[in-house]
Nanobody, 124 residues
Framework: EVQLVESGGGFVQAGGSLRLSCAAS????????IGWFRQAPGKEREGVSC????????VYSDSVKGRFTISSDNAKNTVYLEMNSLKPEDTAIYFC?????????????????WGQGTQVTVSS
């Protein structure tokens, strides 16, 4: 059974930082792209960042580029999302997802498995 478990969310003031973790099990880690998505109340789920395993080049949405960094620890089957210079508009539930056939990396339909999410709240 594939499981993705997010952790690291919380409450932070604008300008602060958080690091999210996504621990994956039940899949061959190197065979999947791992992406981070977020969903704010009343909005659609949007792609934030992705690590496509085949080329190792990270992908970021324009809204987080330069502030967020994705990385992985293959020995721990864990992907991280380091979030700096947080803004109130970054407030959302953050999900990690695993996809076997990922092209853009930031499209919901490219992913097969999803975690339950972790709440990030940024106050102004």
């Amino acid at each position: 059974e594939v499981q993705l478990v997010e952790s690291g969310g919380g409450f932070v003031q604008a300008g602060g930082s958080l690091r999210l973790s996504c621990a994956a099990s039940g899949l061959t880690f190197d065979d999947y792209a791992i992406g981070w998505f977020r969903q704010a109340p009343g909005k659609e789920r949007e792609g934030v960042s992705c690590m496509i395993r085949t080329d190792g080049i990270p992908v970021y949405s324009d809204s987080v580029k330069g502030r967020f960094t994705i990385s992985s620890d293959n020995a721990k089957n864990t992907v991280y999302l380091e979030m700096n210079s947080l803004k109130p508009e970054d407030t959302a539930i953050y999900f990690c997802a695993a996809g076997g056939t990922v092209i853009t990396g930031l499209e919901v339909h490219e992913y097969n498995y999803w975690g339950q999410g972790t709440q990030v709240t940024v106050s102004s």
